[in-house]
């Protein structure tokens, strides 16, 4: 059975203090690792895919990385509107399935 | 061009009624799938429709059923509301190659 764990499960940080968000899985053939963001009482909003381990992305503040066994979303020099909660999730790959396995997510909250 | 669109926004059942939720995808994704979120946690896995046909389901009663139209457009029914089914209710669709899934902003149910 596919799992993720991530943690902590909240954060506060300081406008402008760096930090790192877990995600650790198991799963019977990755085809992708996926990070949403999610603001209170509204869908996710897809921010990046990762397919194998060693691969980076980025988007603005944001840098996700893979290993065989865990993702970190990097927050550099985070702002106020940083704040929200940022869930992890996996997709299987040998099955003919697409569905998503989520993690519950880590609360982060970034004080000014 | 629109995103995912869901309706309605928010909705009030009593316990043993039936509701049905609406989804239409992002012009040209064919896949549409289906996700059930309790406060506090990830969203976990309803189903899967692509080309009208359902490709995957999770572990959720039989009082739970979704179909797909021929425009790609979906419907999620649940019968026989418990207190439990107090969810959001989140759609998402995604290209039949792709893996990325894109999100609604979700249906808010609260069963009274």
């Known amino acids: 059975e596919d799992q993720v764990t991530q943690s902590p499960e909240a954060l506060r940080l300081q406008e402008g203090e760096s930090s790192s968000l877990n995600c650790s899985y198991t799963?019977?053939?990755?085809?992708?690792l996926f990070w949403y963001r999610q603001d209170p009482g509204k869908g996710p909003e897809f921010l990046f895919t990762?397919?194998?381990a060693g691969e980076e992305k980025e988007k603005e503040r944001l840098k996700a990385t893979l290993t065989k066994k865990e993702s970190f979303l990097h927050i550099t020099a985070p702002k106020p509107e940083d704040s929200a909660t940022y869930l992890c999730?996996?997709?299987?790959?040998?099955?003919?399935?697409?569905?998503?396995?989520f993690g519950s997510g880590t609360r982060l909250q970034v004080q000014p | 061009d629109a995103g995912v669109t869901q309706s309605p926004t928010h909705l009030i059942k009593t316990r043993g009624q039936q509701v049905t939720l609406r989804c239409s995808p992002i012009?040209?994704?064919?896949?549409v799938s289906w996700y059930q979120q309790v406060l506090g946690q990830g969203p976990q896995f309803i189903f899967q429709?692509?080309?009208?046909?359902?490709?995957g389901r999770g572990n959720f009663p039989d009082r739970f059923s979704a179909r797909q139209f021929p425009n790609y457009s979906s419907e999620l029914n649940v019968n026989a509301l418990l207190l439990g089914d107090s969810a959001l209710y989140l759609c998402?669709?995604?290209?039949?190659?792709?893996?990325?899934?894109?999100f609604g902003p979700g249906t808010r149910l609260t069963v009274t």
């Open positions: 998402a669709s995604s290209s039949i190659g792709g893996s990325e899934q894109y």
């Open positions: 799963v019977s053939g990755l085809r992708g």
């Open positions: 990762l397919y194998s």
């Open positions: 999730a996996v997709q299987a790959g040998d099955t003919g399935r697409r569905a998503l396995t």
């Open positions: 012009s040209g994704h064919k896949s």
């Open positions: 429709y692509y080309e009208k046909e359902e490709r």
